[in-house]
Protein backbone atom coordinates (compact mmCIF):
# COMPACT_ATOMS: atom_id res chain seq x y z
CA UNK A 1 0.00 0.00 0.00
CA UNK A 2 1.59 3.46 -0.85
CA UNK A 3 1.69 6.46 1.44
CA UNK A 4 -1.02 8.46 -0.05
CA UNK A 5 -3.32 4.80 0.53
CA UNK A 6 -2.39 4.75 3.97
CA UNK A 7 -2.78 8.08 4.32
CA UNK A 8 -6.49 7.82 3.18
CA UNK A 9 -7.22 4.98 4.91
CA UNK A 10 -5.91 6.53 8.32
CA UNK A 11 -7.79 9.46 7.92
CA UNK A 12 -10.99 7.67 6.92
CA UNK A 13 -10.61 4.99 10.44
CA UNK A 14 -10.65 8.64 12.35
CA UNK A 15 -13.51 10.02 10.62
CA UNK A 16 -15.34 6.78 10.80
CA UNK A 17 -14.63 6.31 14.77
CA UNK A 18 -14.93 10.01 15.22
CA UNK A 19 -17.98 12.72 14.35
CA UNK A 20 -17.45 13.30 11.08
CA UNK A 21 -18.57 10.04 9.22
CA UNK A 22 -19.84 10.72 5.52
CA UNK A 23 -19.84 8.61 2.53
CA UNK A 24 -16.46 9.27 1.26
CA UNK A 25 -14.88 7.82 4.55
CA UNK A 26 -17.06 4.79 3.52
CA UNK A 27 -16.44 4.49 -0.33
CA UNK A 28 -12.58 5.11 0.41
CA UNK A 29 -12.37 1.39 1.62
CA UNK A 30 -13.86 -0.03 -1.42
CA UNK A 31 -12.14 2.33 -3.61
CA UNK A 32 -8.41 1.99 -2.26
CA UNK A 33 -8.64 -1.83 -1.80
CA UNK A 34 -10.85 -3.25 -3.89
CA UNK A 35 -13.31 -3.99 -1.02
CA UNK A 36 -16.69 -4.31 -2.84
CA UNK A 37 -17.59 -7.87 -2.41
CA UNK A 38 -21.11 -8.29 -3.45
CA UNK A 39 -23.48 -5.31 -4.53
CA UNK A 40 -23.82 -3.08 -1.94
CA UNK A 41 -21.83 -4.63 0.60
CA UNK A 42 -18.47 -3.34 1.47
CA UNK A 43 -15.49 -4.16 4.06
CA UNK A 44 -12.28 -2.95 5.22
CA UNK A 45 -8.62 -3.55 4.49
CA UNK A 46 -8.05 -6.98 5.75
CA UNK A 47 -11.12 -8.41 6.80
CA UNK A 48 -14.15 -10.17 4.70
CA UNK A 49 -17.58 -10.77 4.73
CA UNK A 50 -17.26 -13.35 7.18
CA UNK A 51 -15.45 -11.31 9.94
CA UNK A 52 -18.60 -8.66 9.51
CA UNK A 53 -21.38 -10.99 9.82
CA UNK A 54 -19.65 -12.17 12.68
CA UNK A 55 -19.07 -8.76 14.27
CA UNK A 56 -22.77 -8.47 13.59
CA UNK A 57 -23.80 -11.75 15.63
CA UNK A 58 -20.96 -10.69 18.29
CA UNK A 59 -22.58 -7.23 18.86
CA UNK A 60 -25.89 -7.73 18.43
CA UNK A 61 -25.52 -10.84 20.94
CA UNK A 62 -23.24 -8.19 23.60
CA UNK A 63 -26.25 -5.79 23.59
CA UNK A 64 -29.33 -8.62 24.00
CA UNK A 65 -27.42 -10.36 26.85
CA UNK A 66 -26.60 -6.90 28.58
CA UNK A 67 -30.48 -5.94 28.54
CA UNK A 68 -31.09 -9.73 29.54
CA UNK A 69 -28.37 -10.08 32.03
CA UNK A 70 -29.65 -6.69 34.12
CA UNK A 71 -31.81 -7.15 37.22
CA UNK A 72 -35.47 -7.83 35.29
CA UNK A 73 -33.90 -8.05 32.36
CA UNK A 74 -36.68 -10.60 30.67
CA UNK A 75 -39.79 -9.39 33.08
CA UNK A 76 -39.25 -5.84 32.26
CA UNK A 77 -39.56 -6.33 28.73
CA UNK A 78 -42.50 -7.65 27.05
CA UNK A 79 -40.67 -9.06 24.07
CA UNK A 80 -38.45 -11.36 26.45
CA UNK A 81 -40.64 -11.77 29.38
CA UNK A 82 -41.72 -15.22 30.19
CA UNK A 83 -45.01 -16.85 30.56
CA UNK A 84 -46.29 -19.08 33.79
CA UNK A 85 -46.77 -22.31 32.33
CA UNK A 86 -50.33 -23.33 31.26
CA UNK A 87 -50.94 -25.36 34.32
CA UNK A 88 -50.11 -22.34 36.32
CA UNK A 89 -52.71 -20.24 34.73
CA UNK A 90 -55.93 -22.22 35.38
CA UNK A 91 -59.52 -21.54 35.15
CA UNK A 92 -61.87 -19.48 37.71
CA UNK A 93 -62.38 -21.52 40.76
CA UNK A 94 -59.36 -24.18 40.20
CA UNK A 95 -57.64 -25.07 43.08
CA UNK A 96 -54.74 -23.47 42.11
CA UNK A 97 -55.89 -19.73 42.13
CA UNK A 98 -58.14 -20.50 45.39
CA UNK A 99 -54.78 -21.23 47.26
CA UNK A 100 -51.39 -20.12 45.64
CA UNK A 101 -52.32 -17.42 42.88
CA UNK A 102 -55.36 -15.91 44.76
CA UNK A 103 -54.28 -12.59 43.84
CA UNK A 104 -53.08 -10.56 40.85
CA UNK A 105 -50.35 -9.68 43.25
CA UNK A 106 -49.54 -13.13 44.23
CA UNK A 107 -49.30 -14.37 40.13
CA UNK A 108 -46.89 -10.95 39.33
CA UNK A 109 -44.67 -12.13 42.06
CA UNK A 110 -44.63 -15.81 40.91
CA UNK A 111 -44.28 -14.77 37.38
CA UNK A 112 -41.09 -12.82 38.45
CA UNK A 113 -39.32 -15.08 40.10
CA UNK A 114 -39.73 -17.36 37.28
CA UNK A 115 -38.19 -14.31 34.83
CA UNK A 116 -35.38 -13.97 37.65
CA UNK A 117 -34.46 -17.90 37.24
CA UNK A 118 -34.29 -17.30 33.50
CA UNK A 119 -31.25 -14.89 34.40
CA UNK A 120 -29.61 -17.70 35.75
CA UNK A 121 -30.24 -19.60 32.48
CA UNK A 122 -28.82 -15.83 30.22
CA UNK A 123 -25.74 -16.05 32.45
CA UNK A 124 -24.62 -19.32 31.03
CA UNK A 125 -26.00 -18.82 27.78
CA UNK A 126 -23.97 -15.84 27.15
CA UNK A 127 -20.15 -17.06 26.69
CA UNK A 128 -21.49 -20.48 24.71
CA UNK A 129 -23.33 -17.87 22.03
CA UNK A 130 -19.80 -15.82 22.37
CA UNK A 131 -17.64 -18.62 21.86
CA UNK A 132 -19.63 -20.24 19.08
CA UNK A 133 -20.10 -17.50 17.21
CA UNK A 134 -16.19 -17.18 17.08
CA UNK A 135 -15.72 -20.73 16.35
CA UNK A 136 -19.04 -21.27 13.65
CA UNK A 137 -18.52 -22.62 10.26
CA UNK A 138 -19.98 -19.86 7.42
CA UNK A 139 -20.99 -20.51 4.31
CA UNK A 140 -22.81 -17.94 2.34
CA UNK A 141 -21.92 -15.19 4.55
CA UNK A 142 -23.43 -12.74 1.53
CA UNK A 143 -26.55 -14.23 1.07
CA UNK A 144 -26.60 -13.78 5.38
CA UNK A 145 -25.78 -10.06 4.99
CA UNK A 146 -27.71 -9.12 2.21
CA UNK A 147 -31.08 -11.33 3.99
CA UNK A 148 -33.46 -9.75 5.87
CA UNK A 149 -33.17 -8.08 9.19
CA UNK A 150 -32.44 -10.94 11.40
CA UNK A 151 -30.68 -13.61 9.04
CA UNK A 152 -27.63 -13.78 10.78
CA UNK A 153 -29.49 -14.40 14.27
CA UNK A 154 -31.78 -17.10 12.20
CA UNK A 155 -28.63 -18.57 10.83
CA UNK A 156 -26.62 -18.68 14.22
CA UNK A 157 -29.73 -20.28 16.12
CA UNK A 158 -30.02 -22.66 13.34
CA UNK A 159 -26.12 -24.15 14.10
CA UNK A 160 -26.51 -24.24 17.74
CA UNK A 161 -29.92 -25.26 18.00
CA UNK A 162 -30.61 -27.00 20.87
CA UNK A 163 -27.12 -26.83 22.66
CA UNK A 164 -28.16 -23.60 23.58
CA UNK A 165 -31.06 -25.17 25.92
CA UNK A 166 -28.54 -27.80 26.96
CA UNK A 167 -26.91 -24.96 28.46
CA UNK A 168 -28.97 -22.95 30.62
CA UNK A 169 -30.46 -25.80 32.50
CA UNK A 170 -27.64 -25.88 35.10
CA UNK A 171 -28.39 -22.49 35.67
CA UNK A 172 -31.91 -22.81 35.44
CA UNK A 173 -31.62 -25.47 37.94
CA UNK A 174 -29.38 -23.00 40.19
CA UNK A 175 -32.14 -20.33 39.99
CA UNK A 176 -35.33 -22.43 41.04
CA UNK A 177 -33.67 -22.98 44.12
CA UNK A 178 -31.90 -19.62 44.33
CA UNK A 179 -35.45 -17.76 43.92
CA UNK A 180 -37.65 -19.53 45.41
CA UNK A 181 -39.24 -18.24 48.82
CA UNK A 182 -41.39 -20.56 48.94
CA UNK A 183 -44.09 -19.50 46.78
CA UNK A 184 -42.96 -21.39 43.52
CA UNK A 185 -42.40 -24.44 45.34
CA UNK A 186 -46.59 -24.23 46.57
CA UNK A 187 -47.35 -23.37 42.71
CA UNK A 188 -45.70 -26.70 41.62
CA UNK A 189 -47.23 -28.70 44.95
CA UNK A 190 -50.43 -27.53 44.00
CA UNK A 191 -50.57 -28.89 40.37
CA UNK A 192 -51.35 -32.70 40.08
CA UNK A 193 -48.34 -34.02 37.74
CA UNK A 194 -46.13 -30.64 37.76
CA UNK A 195 -42.91 -31.09 39.40
CA UNK A 196 -39.86 -28.67 39.51
CA UNK A 197 -38.34 -30.74 36.49
CA UNK A 198 -41.21 -29.78 34.32
CA UNK A 199 -40.85 -25.74 35.30
CA UNK A 200 -37.44 -26.26 34.81
CA UNK A 201 -37.89 -27.30 31.32
CA UNK A 202 -40.66 -24.73 30.72
CA UNK A 203 -38.41 -22.05 31.64
CA UNK A 204 -35.31 -22.75 30.06
CA UNK A 205 -37.28 -23.28 27.00
CA UNK A 206 -39.39 -19.98 27.26
CA UNK A 207 -35.86 -18.21 27.95
CA UNK A 208 -34.16 -19.42 24.81
CA UNK A 209 -36.62 -17.85 22.49
CA UNK A 210 -36.55 -15.03 24.46
CA UNK A 211 -32.63 -14.53 23.93
CA UNK A 212 -33.13 -15.25 20.31
CA UNK A 213 -35.59 -12.85 20.16
CA UNK A 214 -33.36 -10.44 21.87
CA UNK A 215 -30.51 -11.01 19.55
CA UNK A 216 -32.67 -10.26 16.41
CA UNK A 217 -33.98 -7.15 17.50
CA UNK A 218 -30.46 -5.79 18.38
CA UNK A 219 -29.45 -7.33 14.84
CA UNK A 220 -32.39 -5.56 12.70
CA UNK A 221 -31.77 -2.40 14.73
CA UNK A 222 -27.92 -2.37 13.70
CA UNK A 223 -28.90 -3.03 10.26
CA UNK A 224 -30.97 -0.13 10.19
CA UNK A 225 -28.58 2.26 11.41
CA UNK A 226 -25.01 0.61 11.50
CA UNK A 227 -23.64 4.58 11.56
CA UNK A 228 -24.97 4.15 15.29
CA UNK A 229 -22.23 1.19 16.44
CA UNK A 230 -19.77 3.18 15.67
CA UNK A 231 -18.13 0.06 14.27
CA UNK A 232 -16.12 0.79 10.95
CA UNK A 233 -16.47 -2.86 9.56
CA UNK A 234 -20.44 -2.62 9.99
CA UNK A 235 -20.92 0.81 8.63
CA UNK A 236 -19.26 0.31 5.42
CA UNK A 237 -20.93 -3.46 5.27
CA UNK A 238 -24.68 -1.88 5.87
CA UNK A 239 -24.49 1.41 5.32
CA UNK A 240 -24.21 1.77 1.52
CA UNK A 241 -26.78 -1.00 1.33
CA UNK A 242 -29.55 1.78 2.65
Known sequence: MSNFEHQIISSDIELLNGKALNRRAILSYAMVGGLFTISGCASLPGFGLTDTLRRLMTLSSQRAFAQLLEPGGFYDDQLTRIA????????AGSSLLSTVLSSGKVRTELQQQVNRVAEKGAERAAPFVADSIRNIGIE???????????????????????????????????????????????????VA??????????????????????????????????????????????????
Do not use: C, H, Y
Open 84 to 91: LPDQFGGG
Open 140 to 190: GASQIIRGGPTAATEFLRGNIGNNLVGVMVPGINDGLKLFDNGLISRAVRS
Open 193 to 242: GFDVGKLGNDIVGKAGNSIWSAMGREEAAIRANPRETGDPLLIAAFALAG
